[in-house]
């Protein structure tokens, strides 16, 4: 793939990436509001208690891969102006956050992995709302 594709492609990744910050955001308020119910004693029996857990649960899990997402735009904005993914390779290995065989890897490879990684985003956001609902038909309809 010629250079300015890989650039464009770059540039399109780190917007995809960052247009995916008030995801967390969303996924940060729904891991604190059943840890407030938790904490105020205001769930009612088992199966509220452990719609509640994973709605904290899946909460970690956004974000954990929030904070990835975030660091990938970052790191395919800086694609997308004048670094070169051998630069970033090398440096990426001397922090230990690549291993040896995952580096040289394609543009399209690693967009697909961005792209990867944002599925898993939503996924647990997801479960989250699906946690939510959960959480309000035992509360209201049970």
Not at 59 to 84: I, M, N, P, T, W
Not at 125 to 134: E, I, N, P, R, T
Request: contains cysteine.
């Amino acid at each position: 793939m010629p250079e300015s594709q890989q650039r464009d492609l770059a540039k399109l990744v780190a917007t995809l990436l960052g247009n995916a910050a008030p995801l967390r955001w969303f996924s940060a308020v729904l891991m604190l509001a059943p840890l407030l119910l938790i904490w105020g004693g205001k769930l009612q029996g088992w199966p509220e208690l452990l719609s509640a857990l994973l709605m904290v649960l899946f909460g970690l899990g956004g974000q954990y891969l929030g904070l990835r997402v975030a660091l990938d735009a970052k790191l395919f904005a800086a694609l997308a102006g004048e670094h070169s993914c051998e630069r970033l390779d090398h440096s990426m290995q001397q922090l230990g956050w690549l291993k040896e065989e995952q580096a040289g890897r394609s543009m399209l490879q690693r967009a697909q992995g961005a792209q990867a990684l944002l599925k898993r985003l939503f996924l647990c956001f997801a479960g989250q709302a699906a946690a939510l609902v959960l959480l309000f038909v035992w509360r209201f309809f049970l």
